[in-house]
């Protein structure tokens, strides 16, 4: 049977005791998550997207950045329009050949006539300019405006109407007569383009080059027939919905392109800027919401623009945006301003439960270690860290401010002497390598929060993970000894002893710099610590150079660096 216990059953006076509820601060310092074994150990949290991350914006103020800072252009002219894709020659590329079923003839369509039985025919017949065929001691036969379908009923009527018995008919639609129809208004290239009956609009609209990005609509296309319209198209209905009128074209067709009516900008948290077009009759923030594919974490819209008593710059929930009557040439930057009122935590170690915890903003830890079961005999409740993306930043801003600096002091230091410019470029050479290395480390973020056995209740952060170590029997020897290992604790030794059963110092140890790491991730001289199962001895290397002050700036890294990654550098 394992064996369980709540942190938050131990009773006040263990509680106490073993969480600190004492107020103490918690020390920021770096360990790498490696005192638990892989399997153990968190995963990552995935980070948020922070809006904040705009430079220059401010929504609780009412100063914006530029948005062509934030989310490329934004001006009208510099969009392309929604619909401008369509038109990259995958239309014109395959032409109709005319004979689907809907497919009506009309004069000039050849007809393939057999007929076997009492009687036996086998022409080819062209429909006149009257609309018929003529079938010699048959006569003529009105197919015009007749489907394919159709075609077949009517000759077959026709023939047996003079042979009624013992008659069979087939009928075929073998070609179509082209058709050349006019493409104009606002597109690349107005002309007349050959096609056939049942060719597409787009085909023909391909065929002129597109729809002109900055004048063209794509919302008011029609096809004109003698002066009159026999068909209007919608491409946002296409692109949207797949609805699209389907003329059947005749010699002489016209298709007119309408100039762009009210256009609106898009950018921001959308899966694609694009320079949306509005219907006149509809200018409002409901008709752009149904357009614009918002990622899901939107909340709020910025609206600018200009209307009759100046510019305007306009903050908005989503909600509240699609009430807002909209004008040509506005800009809409959609983004996700409503902060997140849960956080997500990980634990790592020995725990029972789910790993991940989804808590309030201001959640404490104790107030989560209160709800995480730990099996009794074999986790270290005095021994809990934890580890915090805002603290690893930290360090690596201070060790590459360090690194900064180092550079900065000696690589553009004069030289009197030669000697002294020998001995120059000998310590740029140990800088520059050391700089290399040093750059390569990544701080894990690790903050202290337990101090004498007591754990510090401070506030947790979205993104952190909670180390619940196992008690250990063992500990680790690293950095500069001649052979790094791991031992069985033994009560009563000391440091020293533990470095000559490692082989000793090496060559280039600093045997006045040896730091003790607790299992809880706080860092120890050697000289006032006692040492306790779990500790991980870690000697610091020497800095090969005679000038003093250089040998300071070098210590102080490489000890910033084995507290806030647990690695001790080789130089």
Do not use: C
Request: proline fraction near 5%; charge should be negative.
């Amino acid at each position: 049977m394992r064996s369980v216990f709540n942190l938050k059953a131990l009773g006040a006076p263990l509680l106490a005791a073993a969480l600190g509820l004492g107020a103490q601060s918690a020390s920021a310092i770096g360990i790498e998550a490696s005192i638990l074994p892989t399997y153990q150990q968190a995963e990552a949290v995935p980070e948020k997207k922070e809006i904040e991350e705009q430079a220059g914006t401010n929504w609780r103020t009412g100063t914006y950045a530029d948005p062509s800072q934030l989310r490329g252009p934004v001006a009208g002219d510099e969009l392309r329009p929604f619909g401008a894709h369509l038109f990259t020659g995958g239309f014109r590329g395959v032409r109709a050949d005319g004979l689907n079923p809907d497919y009506k003839l009309v004069p000039g369509d050849q007809i393939t006539l057999r007929v076997w039985g009492a009687v036996e025919i086998e022409r080819v017949l062209p429909v006149d300019a009257q609309g018929n065929v003529f079938i010699p001691a048959i006569g003529p036969i009105k197919v015009q405006g007749l489907t394919n379908g159709e075609l077949n009923s009517r000759v077959t009527s026709a023939v047996r109407s003079v042979y009624p018995e013992n008659v069979q008919v087939y009928t075929n639609l073998q070609g179509v007569q082209p058709v050349a129809v006019f493409v104009t208004g606002y597109v690349e290239n107005p002309g007349r383009y050959a096609g056939t009956p049942s060719d597409s609009l787009l085909y023909f609209l391909d065929q002129a080059g597109g729809i002109d990005d900055q004048l063209g609509s794509y919302r008011q296309i029609e096809v004109l027939r003698n002066n009159k319209v026999i068909a209007r198209a919608d491409l946002y209905d296409f692109l949207l919905n797949g609805d699209l009128a389907r003329p059947q074209f005749r010699d002489g067709d016209t298709i007119v392109v309408a100039e762009r009516g009210p256009a609106v900008t898009v950018t921001g948290d959308v899966e694609r800027d694009y320079r949306y077009e509005l219907s006149p009759d509809s200018l409002n923030g409901n008709s752009l919401l149904g357009l614009a594919r918002l990622k899901p974490d939107v909340t709020h819209v910025l609206l600018r623009g200009s209307r009759t008593d100046g510019p305007v710059s306009l903050y908005y929930t989503t909600a509240e945006f699609g009430a807002q009557t909209l004008q040509d040439g506005d800009e809409v930057l959609f983004s996700a301003d409503m902060r997140d009122e849960t956080i997500v935590v990980q634990l790592e170690g020995s725990y029972y439960g789910p790993s991940r915890y989804a808590v309030p903003k201001n959640t404490r830890l104790h107030d989560l270690l209160d709800n995480v079961a730990v099996p009794r005999e074999l986790t270290d409740v005095r021994s809990i860290s934890l580890r915090r993306l805002s603290v690893a930043e930290r360090q690596q801003q201070s060790l590459d401010e360090s690194l900064r600096r180092l550079e900065t002091t000696y690589l553009g230091a004069s030289s009197a002497t030669p000697q002294e410019a020998e001995i120059r470029v000998r310590e740029a050479e140990l800088i520059s390598q050391f700089v290399e290395r040093a750059s390569q480390v990544e701080p894990s973020g690790r903050l202290v929060v337990a101090h004498n056995d007591r754990i510090t209740d401070i506030r947790l952060q979205d993104g952190d993970v909670i180390t619940l170590p196992e008690y250990s029997d063992s500990l680790l020897i690293s950095g500069e000894v001649l052979v790094p290992q791991s031992v069985v604790y033994t009560p009563g030794v000391s440091v020293k002893d533990y470095i000559e059963g490692a082989g000793g110092f090496t060559q280039h140890a600093d045997d006045d710099h040896i730091l003790v790491v607790r299992q809880n991730g706080e860092v120890r001289n050697a000289d006032d610590v006692a040492l306790r199962p779990g500790d991980e001895i870690l000697v610091l290397p020497m800095v090969p150079t005679k000038n003093l002050q250089l040998a300071t700036s070098l210590s102080q890294i490489i000890y910033q660096i084995a507290i806030a990654t647990k690695v001790a550098i080789d130089l």
